[in-house]
């Protein structure tokens, strides 16, 4: 079945440490996306990626950092920059940006710092 | 100004009943328009999508959009507890979407 994957479902990051987490798609979606979500706020996009090796920072890019290697795979890197990582992080994907069919979501990452 | 503006509930139906939930967006250049279910502790998963004026329908479901007033609702008939979810609304501008904080509704038996 084709869908989007994101690992680890739970992750647990020490103060100072980097940590990255994974997103992979086998929709052939040419457009993937992360989003941050805190409760109340609603979903806040840190980094797009329309195309293999170009990607755009979102709203809340700071401490934060992807690459786009290959077509099937957003890793997001949480920096040790970011001084409130705790969120529950989305990856999403689409055919191109903006397209009408809306957004695919992975099942999460839930981020806690410890 | 928000790009989506929502209603952040709670909302309370009982079985059976009608929910409204309503979203309001603040450019009229959007084009098109999306409904987004998420359970706690789950990703969002889309319900409907509708970029013309009017009603549009899938089971239980009711899209309605009017560009005019620049507000897009959902209509869930036959209200289930299953139904008991945050609905988030989200808009396409351009080549972005904008999502609002979601709608908390409660379904009670």
């Known amino acids: 079945d084709g869908g989007i994957t994101q690992s680890p479902k739970y992750l647990f990051r020490k103060e100072g440490q980097n940590v990255t987490l994974s997103c992979e798609q086998n929709?052939?979606?040419?457009?993937m996306y992360w989003y941050r979500q805190d409760p109340g706020q609603g979903l806040r996009l840190i980094y797009y990626?329309?195309?293999?090796?170009?990607?755009q920072k979102g709203d809340i890019a700071e401490g934060y950092s992807v690459s786009r290697e290959k077509k099937e795979s957003f890793p997001l890197t949480v920096t040790s920059a970011q001084k409130n990582p705790t969120a529950f992080y989305l990856c999403a994907s689409s055919p191109w940006q903006g397209a009408k069919d809306g957004y695919t979501f992975g099942s999460g990452t839930r981020l806690t710092v410890v | 100004q928000k790009e989506v503006e929502q209603n952040s509930g709670p909302l309370s139906v009982p079985e059976g009943a009608i929910a409204s939930l309503n979203c309001t967006y603040s450019d009229r250049g959007s084009q098109s328009f999306f409904w987004y279910r998420q359970y706690s502790g789950k990703s969002p998963e889309l319900i409907m999508f509708?970029?013309?004026?009017g009603d549009k329908e899938d089971g239980r479901f009711t899209a309605q959009l009017n560009k005019a007033s620049q507000y897009v609702s959902l209509l869930i008939r036959d209200s289930q507890p299953s139904d008991s979810a945050t609905y988030l609304c989200a808009v396409v501008k351009g080549n972005q979407f904008y999502f609002g904080t979601g709608t908390s509704l409660t379904v009670i038996p």
């Open positions: 509708i970029y013309s004026n």
């Open positions: 990626s329309q195309i293999v090796n170009d990607f």
């Open positions: 929709l052939n979606h040419d457009a």
